[in-house]
C-alpha cells in the first residue's frame, strides 16, 4: 500500500513564475491537506480539500490555490512567486474527519 | 485561531537517558494532539498520538501525556537511542479545523 506520495521533489523556480504541486492521498484516504514549512519551522496550515472543494483555509494569500480530483489527488499552485514562497511543502492524507493524518514527503521548492 | 508553543528547542541528551519536550496550546476546543518525528530530508512521521479523553498514553519507549485543565502535553522518551535523533513537533487539531505545530524539538542523542 502506497503511503502519501508527492511530485515533484525538488523544484527550482524563478520570481514571478507559478508552480503546481502534486500528491496523491494515501490508499482508502479522501482528504488532502497542504502545509508549507519553512527551514527550521513547523508546517504552517494552507488549506484543507475534501469532497473537491476547499473545506478550510489558513492564513495564505490568494496566490495559493489547490485543487482536488475525483481520485482525491490534490494540486497545490502557487501564482506570483516570492523569494519567501521557498519552502518544503508538504501534503497529508487522512479519512473524512477522523484526524490521524499522514504526510508525503514533501516538494522542496526554491524560488531565485 | 489556535497557538501552540513547543519547548525546548533543542534538546541532547546522552545515550540511554530519558527526554522530555513540552508544548502548550491555546484553544480549549483542542481534542486531538499528536507527535511528529521528521527526519533530514523526509516528511513528518506520525509516532504517537493522544485524544482530549485520555491523560496519557504509551508505546513502548514513547508516552504522551496530557493535561487538558492548563493546557499542555509532552512526549517523553526513554532509554534513549542515536536513532532517536530527529525535529519532533508537537501538534493540536480541533473539529472542523487542521492542525496547528509546534516550532519544533531539535533531539541529538550523542552515543
Known amino acids: 500500500d502506497a503511503g502519501v506520495t508527492q511530485s515533484p521533489t525538488h523544484l527550482i523556480k524563478t520570481r514571478g513564475q507559478q508552480v503546481t504541486l502534486r500528491c496523491s492521498p494515501k490508499?482508502?484516504?479522501?482528504?488532502v491537506s497542504w502545509y508549507q514549512q519553512a527551514l527550521g519551522q513547523g508546517p504552517q496550515f494552507i488549506f484543507q480539500y475534501y469532497e473537491e472543494e476547499e473545506r478550510q483555509r489558513g492564513n495564505f494569500p490568494d496566490r495559493f490555490s489547490g485543487h482536488q480530483f475525483p481520485n482525491y489527488s490534490s494540486e497545490l499552485n502557487v501564482n506570483a512567486l516570492l523569494l519567501g514562497d521557498s519552502a518544503l511543502y508538504l501534503c497529508?492524507?487522512?479519512?473524512?474527519?477522523?484526524?490521524?493524518?499522514?504526510f508525503g514527503q514533501g516538494t522542496r521548492l526554491t524560488v531565485v | 485561531g489556535e497557538n501552540v508553543e513547543q519547548h525546548p528547542s533543542t534538546l541532547s541528551v546522552q545515550e540511554g537517558d530519558s527526554a522530555v519536550i513540552k508544548c502548550t496550546y491555546s484553544d480549549s476546543a483542542s481534542n486531538y494532539f499528536p507527535w511528529y518525528k521528521q527526519e533530514l530530508g523526509k516528511g513528518p512521521q506520525l509516532i504517537i498520538d493522544i485524544r482530549s479523553n485520555v491523560g496519557e498514553k504509551k508505546d513502548q519507549r514513547i508516552a504522551v501525556t496530557l493535561n487538558k485543565t492548563a493546557k499542555h502535553f509532552s512526549l517523553h522518551i526513554t532509554e534513549t537511542q542515536p536513532e532517536d535523533s530527529a525535529v519532533y513537533f508537537c501538534a493540536a487539531f480541533r473539529n472542523n479545523n487542521d492542525m496547528r505545530f509546534g516550532a519544533g524539538t531539535r533531539l541529538t542523542v550523542k552515543p
Open positions: 497529508a492524507s487522512r479519512w473524512g474527519r477522523d484526524t490521524e493524518a499522514f
Open positions: 490508499s482508502g484516504h479522501d482528504t
